[in-house]
């Protein structure tokens, strides 16, 4: 078993991950503001305060910051479900357009989109983040719907949001977010879930 | 009145239409191949053959060579009304995603979004090309829905699309673009009409 870390380690991992969370927010500072072209270690480095031996000791690879740093964008906090699907999937949907207001999150995924284009070492990552960021709502879905119909009603959702953002600029209204939802209830109202 | 162009200037003017084409045709290649920052003016002139001069004669600033460049994407053909709104929403969904296949419409509405991030200046024309694309939809639900729905419902149709093409890296099949129309008609027939 390994000894209880003493006082000079605890200070010393501490350290560790203050490092790593300027070195991170840094990261995303220059992915957002500048593309992920402007991800180099030098460029890191500066932003930071850090040395280039220290960027480079914690990720070898320009692609370990980016995957790190979307990494980080991907901790969108989903909240439990209240039983009632309605209120749920606006409030999964609510929070998705406030962590674009908040965080950037369109900006981020833009971003993602087009350095998956030309590196699909990051296809994973993208992936990973489409994966968490439909899941709550696939979920809730999915006593009620399935195949085609199902990926159709995540997709409706999940892209009306996307497409109000990263097409028209501006994030959905409330009454927007909200007709969403109830058209996709409505809909299945009106055919009954689908048979098991 | 203008007399009628003698042979001359009818090959004057042939020549001016094929240099267009070819300078703009270059420009969609670099666009869409490596971006935006790959449009320059030395760039698009060794990709199509053609002098530097010959370029800023025509596209005096890289926005015009951009503008023209997006404005030849915008192109896409819309099928005429049938009459029959669940077809024509079927073909119009369908007509889209055939484009991003063939003309690597997703690439370009990807590039776009970078760049209007980085130049307001092109706001305008990723505006015009978002309407173009959404209007037949929008014509089509016009009748049947107003206000924060009609919006939700072209949101959702055309966002599905999207989110497929952009956030999964796949185009979406016929049996989900099938599925997004029924849920939304099915949705408006459970509801009836807005009032008017």
């Not at 960027?55 to 692609?63: C, L």
């Not at 991907?74 to 357009?97: F, N």
Request: contains cysteine.
């Amino acid at each position: 078993m390994d000894p209880a870390p003493d006082a000079a380690g605890q200070a010393a991992d501490a350290r560790v991950v203050r490092t790593h969370n300027d070195i991170l927010r840094a990261t995303l500072q220059l992915l957002l503001g500048q593309g992920w072209e402007a991800v180099t270690h030098p460029n890191v480095a500066r932003e930071a305060g850090y040395s280039r031996a220290t960027v480079y000791n914690h990720w070898p690879t320009r692609n370990d910051l980016l995957r790190d740093a979307f990494n980080r964008v991907a901790t969108m906090p989903h909240q439990p479900p209240s039983g009632d699907l309605r209120h749920d999937l606006i409030a999964e949907l609510t929070g998705y357009r406030d962590e674009m207001q908040r965080h950037r999150l369109d900006r981020a995924l833009a971003v993602l989109v087009d350095l998956t284009a030309s590196n699909p070492d990051m296809i994973p990552v993208r992936d990973k983040l489409v994966a968490d960021g439909e899941q709550l709502v696939r979920d809730r879905l999915a006593p009620l719907l399935s195949g085609p119909r199902l990926d159709a009603a995540v997709l409706m959702l999940c892209g009306a949001v996307l497409q109000q953002a990263l097409m028209h600029g501006e994030l959905p209204s409330d009454e927007v977010i909200t007709a969403s939802v109830d058209l996709t209830l409505r809909a299945i109202d009106a055919t009954g879930p689908d048979p098991a």
